[in-house]
């Protein structure tokens, strides 16, 4: 069996940014396993983070990714493996200890404490001078733009000034790796996406190596420089927002990342070595041989990818779909097409151009069969 040790220094040469002089390594976590009774919320979890690299944790409620930060931040305690922060193990160190900052989901502010109070909290518990502590406290104030509210209490704050509190406070003992557990998720929509770039540009100005945890796909992609993503306890893909959402490794992956439609199909192999694809709808595709054999498939084709016509196309000749629904999102419009018993779904840039299409419209699909997903089975 191959040693965890050895597979994580592979991992970080793999992950490394291609330079001759990769960044080093800020956080190892080394075939790292965690169960609660009959339950396996962490199954083998090996991650590296670079110095200054926001890693986004990705997946759906339950599938892992808080007790993971948890025992980053020593909250927990793996079963199995290892953790170690620039290089020094750190598995069964206490977190007061770890240097490391965390902001939660709800902040976890003081509220019988004022700003200023809330932010040299850590500084104070570590029993720094008087003057570093006014000087820690200046420049984190300054950073997150919280001139003026030193002696509010959080009640009088905005849950955007809150969020930036709560972050102040992890930046002031100057971490080696600051944790955000859904730090953003009680924002509504507006200020999220805009502390989202706000958090992202302060963090790479300050270089600060950054885990996040998100269920949110949209922030996971604007925040990350890579993603990790879970699945059931297990870290299924690893790599840039980019790579994973264009060379999806599992079913898993495709299904939970973008809107993405699913159809059963039947693959048969061609003489000049490619896969001719029906689908039960009409469609029909070429699909390059690979992985997959001849046989049941289902196909899979994002909703971005998918074009509305109202003539034939390469890849749907056949009896053409009903527009059942549509609706405007802002700066796409979703088409529900209703073909041959399944629903598919295409969404179109507004300012696309092209003939409008409305509800009970007869349509074709189009898309690129190079853009399309071939997984085998039912």
């Not at 924002?187 to 996406?193: G, I, V």
């Not at 963090?203 to 990350?224: K, N, W, Y």
Request: proline residues 5%; aromatic residues 6%.
């Amino acid at each position: 069996m191959t040693d965890p040790r050895i597979a994580a220094t592979a991992l970080a040469a793999e992950e490394g940014n291609g330079s001759a002089r990769p960044r080093p390594v800020d956080l190892e976590l080394l075939d790292v396993s965690k169960s609660f009774g009959r339950v396996q919320a962490v199954t083998g979890g090996s991650l590296v983070v670079h110095r200054g690299e926001t890693l986004a944790l990705l997946g759906p409620s339950g599938c892992g990714k808080t007790t993971l930060l948890n025992i980053i931040a020593g909250f927990e305690y793996p079963d199995t493996g290892e953790v170690r922060l620039r290089g020094r193990p750190i598995t069964t160190v206490a977190p007061n200890h770890r240097d490391i900052g965390l902001v939660l989901q709800h902040y976890a502010l003081f509220p019988h404490l004022t700003v200023r109070r809330n932010i040299d909290y850590g500084l104070r518990a570590r029993r720094l001078p008087a003057a570093t502590i006014a000087e820690r406290v200046g420049e984190v104030v300054g950073l997150l733009k919280l001139d003026g509210l030193d002696d509010r209490y959080p009640a009088q704050l905005s849950g955007g000034q809150r969020q930036r509190v709560a972050v102040a406070r992890a930046l002031a003992i100057r971490p080696v790796v600051l944790l955000l557990d859904e730090a953003l998720s009680a924002l509504d929509k507006n200020l999220r996406e805009q502390m989202q770039v706000e958090l992202s540009l302060l963090l790479r100005r300050l270089e600060i190596t950054t885990v996040l945890v998100t269920h949110d796909q949209r922030e996971a992609f604007a925040m990350g420089d890579r993603i990790a993503v879970m699945e059931a306890g297990r870290i299924v893909q690893t790599g840039t927002p980019a790579e994973v959402y264009a060379r999806p490794r599992t079913r898993f992956v495709l299904e939970f990342l973008g809107s993405t439609n699913c159809l059963a199909a039947e693959a048969r192999a061609t003489a000049d070595g490619w896969l001719e694809v029906w689908t039960g709808q009409g469609l029909r595709l070429r699909q390059r041989a690979g992985s997959v054999a001849a046989g049941r498939a289902r196909l899979y084709v994002r909703a971005e990818d998918v074009r509305l016509s109202p003539a034939p196309t390469p890849v749907h000749d056949a009896s053409p779909g009903r527009v059942g629904l549509v609706t405007f999102l802002g700066a796409v419009r979703r088409y529900v097409v209703l073909l041959g018993g399944e629903q598919v779904i295409a969404e179109v840039p507004v300012h696309a151009g092209g003939d409008e299409v409305s509800v009970d419209d007869l349509v074709y699909l189009d898309f690129d069969p190079e853009r399309s997903y071939l997984v085998a089975g039912e």
